[in-house]
Nanobody
Framework: QVQLVESGGGLVQAGGSLRLSCAAS????????MGWYRQAPGKQRELVAT???????NYADSVKGRFTISRDNAKNTVYLQMNSLKPEDTAVYFC???????????????WGQGTQVTVSS
């Protein structure tokens, strides 16, 4: 069994900051990339940022310069620091992990339950 649990969402005014956390737990053997995605009402889920095991990062153009993704491999945790938030950042944010479970032969994608981020104007 594997769980990804997000925390840190909430309501913030435009220009404010939030920090999301996502901890992976369970029978994990190894984790490759971890990332954050978001889904606004009526829209498709979209990539926000990803980070590889060795720390290489990738960002959506809409968040470059404002959001920073990081991870703590010892804690199987990924973070998303969100600064200069805009109303258009309002969405449910989902954590994603490409990981291999113990006694399994391959890597699979796992998702958290999502955390709501609301930015008021």
């Amino acid at each position: 069994q594997v769980q990804l649990v997000e925390s840190g969402g909430g309501l913030v005014q435009a220009g404010g900051s939030l920090r999301l956390s996502c901890a992976a737990s369970g029978s994990i053997f190894s984790i490759n990339a971890m990332g954050w995605y978001r889904q606004a009402p009526g829209k498709q889920r979209e990539l926000v940022a990803t980070i590889t095991k060795d720390g290489s990062t990738n960002y959506a153009d809409s968040v470059k310069g404002r959001f920073t993704i990081s991870r703590d491999n010892a804690k199987n945790t990924v973070y998303l620091q969100m600064n200069s938030l805009k109303p258009e950042d309002t969405a449910v944010y989902f954590c994603n992990s490409d990981l291999k479970r113990r006694s399994f032969n391959s890597y699979s994608q796992y998702w958290g339950q999502g955390t709501q981020v609301t930015v008021s104007s």
